[in-house]
């Protein structure tokens, strides 16, 4: 079974604090995926990764910057968080661009 | 631009009914759609994947049809239990890297 973890279920952080949000698969996808989910707006790409330090922007990068130095690991970064980037964050991976499977996600509060 | 829609938003049945759950897209140029099921606060578990040259697809209890050119896909739960309320999503894969995803439906089974 693929497996697609998360570092945090649960993380509050403070405005303007850097935050680092690791995903980590172990079936040697090449592509994987950061989403942000939100009431009423779905599931929103925010990054998608489709090799090692490669990235093509999603529809909401404003405000994140995404690593992937090894395969299985692809970290999302909020350089300086803000109050509206509280939200739950969702990380996925496929096998060319194929079934997406979801990690458990991290509910991020910023206070 | 590709849009998805999940009609009823949200459906109660008593426990044992058969039900069906609608996707609708707006462009037929997909690759595939995918059915996935998520727990409150919890991360997507993929249900079925249809490829845009099948028909349907079944696991178990699921069955999951595809009709590209109206731009519909069902889902099928038979004999539908309590341990089957979660929010379904539909997702669809267009020519590029960008699923889009439908914002779901609340199902809740009556015991």
């Known amino acids: ?111 | 631009k590709q849009e998805v829609t999940q009609i009823p938003a949200a459906l109660s049945v008593p426990e044992g009914e058969n039900l069906v759950l609608n996707c609708s897209f707006t462009d037929s140029a997909i690759y595939n759609l995918q059915w996935f099921r998520q727990d409150p606060g919890k991360g997507l578990t993929s249900l079925l994947l249809i490829q845009s040259s099948q028909r349907e697809q079944t696991s178990g209890r699921l069955n999951a049809s595809l009709d590209k050119s109206s731009g519909r896909s069902t889902l099928y739960i038979a004999a539908s239990q309590p341990g089957d309320s979660a929010t379904y999503l539909c997702a669809v894969r267009p020519e590029t890297y960008k699923y889009i995803f439908g914002t779901g439906t609340r199902l809740k089974v009556l015991a």
């Open chain 1, 1 to 111: 079974d693929v497996k697609v973890t998360q570092s945090s279920r649960y993380l509050v952080k403070r405005t303007g604090e850097k935050v680092f949000l690791e995903c980590v698969q172990d079936m040697d996808h090449e592509n994987m995926f950061w989403y942000r989910q939100d009431p009423g707006l779905g599931l929103r790409l925010i990054y998608f990764s489709y090799d090692v330090k490669m990235k093509e922007k999603g529809d909401i990068p404003e405000g994140y910057s995404v690593s992937r130095e090894k395969k299985e690991r692809f970290s999302l970064i909020l350089e300086s968080a803000s109050t509206n980037q509280t939200s739950m964050y969702l990380c996925a991976s496929s096998l060319s661009l194929e079934e997406q499977f979801f990690g458990p996600g991290t509910r991020l509060t910023v206070l």
